[in-house]
């Protein structure tokens, strides 16, 4: 044996708090989440979270909340120290967002704390402060009813985790999530947020839960958000969920809470999921916020030191109720009279479809003028084009199906998805113009006007190079609400809205470091949402063009999303199919 057994020895208390707060804080937006808790637990009506630096400098939350008497505060930040839970049986009945009685402790062990506390009957506050886990003595201090709470230097005596903290934007980015959730949820709260002195959140208190998501979220979710009210297997469920055609590229915009605690859970995610059934279009995101109350003695809160995922008895109870209560709110749509939908959506369809297709063949129109090809050259001149190496001796034969075009070469035939070619063609030059930093602007005669949430107005606006980068030019204009003044010129009109409100999402769910891989992709999708779809009609010199440029590409034969573009049939294996070899 190498290793003499050490001593068991039992560790200090500073010690344990290190070790706890390696759990339980993780970074700054750890620390606003437990203050904010503990304000809820008191009983606020009004919250202020002042952050500097994205909380790594300093973190201040101000409650109007019950207070911690003079005697307790020195209890309070001692670790399993808590006023929530006195036996065990609570543990099983659980109704505050704390009870582990560790967040002031850790928060104490790795940084500079300072907490000034009053009663309502308390003539004078108290203050007590924690440095790295050593308690000063509390002290009388002059303050308003409720607690206040300092935090300056996090991890000033853990460098590891120090190192470990993103920057200023990213941590913020969290600590503006955590406060999200929580505002959204709480609307008889005033929550309010600052950052380096600015003002980024005002949630006013109200009695009108949609008003609070406005707030929260900005109009333009909030008037797309249905009321769901739903009561079954005596779970509670309240909350909204966006219509159908209010769906974003990732989750971000989805919160579920279970008695108030936001939480995360991809069962009861499924659920709703699988509530919106049809009426979801593949690949695409809804924004909901589910509010469930289920009986305290059914839930096991106490799974994870974050407190963020909960154990739920009878998971298929909750499931059906999650579902049916989001099917609920979509009901009227679903009893529609099927023949009147379905000529609706028919014509609907239509009109989108002329559009777009209009849009792609003068787009593609003009592209032809410019390099001189008229469509007679297209249909008389049958040799397209060879490729760099001069080899490639392709002929256009037709098209079937207004979908697939039919091309032979020496070797055989081949069966081409015009929409998969058109994408690809599309891609490569707005690549090859993004790589020469040379994307060719659009200016658009009637700017857009984006009015974002807070969120996403954060986003855009901590990421205005890379979407210029891009070729979207867009600058602020006033709180919240952004123009967009051009687009890049490969994309141009029909990229509306929609693709920046990806791209939105994108940048929030990406660490910077993968900018380069979402510039990809979204430029994988932007040359999709501009190239013409299956079924598009095209006149044999577009099909020409497709193709010409098609085989000047560097990868002619996937499309950006990897699925083949062009199938091969070998002369040799037609010939074995007419039995002739
Ligand atoms: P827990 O929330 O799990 O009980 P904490 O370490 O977060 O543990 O807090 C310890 C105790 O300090 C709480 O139980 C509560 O009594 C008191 N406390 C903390 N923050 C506040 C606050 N903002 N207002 C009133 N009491 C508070
Ligand atoms: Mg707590």
């Given amino acids: 044996m190498l290793n003499i057994a050490k001593r068991i020895i039992e560790l200090d208390a500073n010690l344990i708090n290190k070790i706890a707060a390696g759990e339980v804080i993780e970074r700054p937006a750890s620390i606003v989440k437990e203050l904010i808790e503990n304000s809820l637990d008191a009983g606020a009506k009004s919250i202020l979270i002042e952050v500097n630096e994205g909380g790594k400098s300093f973190i201040k939350v101000t409650d ?27 543990l099983f009945d659980i109704r505050t967002l704390g009870f582990r009685g560790e967040a002031l402790a850790s928060i104490g062990s790795v940084s500079y704390m300072k907490i000034v506390s009053r009663m309502e009957d308390e003539d004078v506050g108290t203050v007590i402060e924690v440095e790295g886990g050593d308690v000063r003595n509390p002290k009388d201090a002059a303050a308003n009813k409720g607690t206040s709470i300092e935090v300056h230097n996090l991890f000033f005596n853990v460098p590891a985790r120090k190192k470990h903290l993103k920057s200023m934007y990213a941590e913020f980015k969290h600590i503006m999530n955590v406060i999200v959730r929580y505002a959204l949820i709480n609307s008889d709260i005033h929550f309010k947020l600052i950052h380096n002195d600015q003002l980024v959140l005002n949630v006013p208190s109200t009695a009108d839960a949609l008003a609070n998501v406005a707030a929260v979220y900005g109009n333009n979710i909030a008037k797309k958000m249905l009321a769901i009210d739903f009561n079954f297997f005596d779970i509670d469920v309240k909350g909204f969920v966006g219509k159908p055609e209010l769906t974003r590229a990732d989750k971000n915009y989805q919160s579920i809470y279970v008695n108030g605690r936001y939480i995360r859970n991809s069962m009861i995610t499924r ?270 010199p577009q099909v020409y063009r497709i193709l010409q440029d098609l085989f000047k590409c560097e990868n002619p034969n996937t499309c950006p999303h990897g699925r083949p573009v062009m199938i091969r049939f070998p002369l040799y294996e037609i010939e074995k199919k007419f039995s002739r070899k």
């Fill in 64 to 90: 109007d909340g019950h207070g911690i008497a003079k005697d307790q505060l020195i209890v309070a930040v001692k670790r399993h120290s808590t006023s929530k839970i006195d036996k065990v049986e609570d």
């Fill in 271 to 540: 659920a709703v999921y699988d509530g919106y059934g049809t009426l979801l279009f593949h690949g695409r995101h809804p924004v909901f916020i589910l509010d469930m109350k289920i009986n305290p003695a059914k839930i096991d809160v106490n799974v994870h030191p974050t407190k963020s995922e909960i154990r739920i008895e009878k998971e298929d109870n909750v499931y059906s109720t999650i579902r049916n209560a989001v099917m609920a709110v979509f009901k009227d749509e679903r009893l529609m009279p099927d023949v009147e939908r379905i000529k609706a959506k028919a014509v609907e369809t239509r009109l989108s479809m002329s559009e777009d297709q209009d849009y792609r063949r003068q787009a593609l129109l003009a592209d032809s003028v410019g390099v001189g090809i008229s469509g007679k050259e297209g249909f008389e001149e049958d040799e397209l084009n060879k490729t760099k190496d001069g080899k490639l001796n392709i002929r256009l034969v037709g098209k079937i199906h207004n979908t697939y075009i039919i091309a032979e070469d020496k070797e055989g035939m081949i069966l081409i998805d015009q929409h998969a070619a058109h994408e690809r063609v599309m891609y490569e030059k707005f690549m090859k113009q993004y790589h020469d930093k040379d994307i060719k602007l659009q200016k658009l005669i009637e700017p857009i006007m984006l009015e974002l949430s807070p969120t996403d107005s954060l986003v855009v606006k901590n990421n205005l190079d890379v979407f210029l980068q891009l070729g979207i030019e867009m600058e602020e204009f006033g709180k919240d609400t952004f123009i967009v003044r051009s687009l890049p010129a490969v994309l141009s009109k029909q990229q509306d809205k929609r693709i920046i409100m990806d791209m939105i999402d994108e940048l929030n769910s990406g660490e910077l470091s993968k900018f380069s891989k979402i510039k990809e992709e979204q430029i994988a999708i932007a040359s999709c949402r501009a190239a013409v779809k299956a079924h598009d009609v095209l006149e044999m």
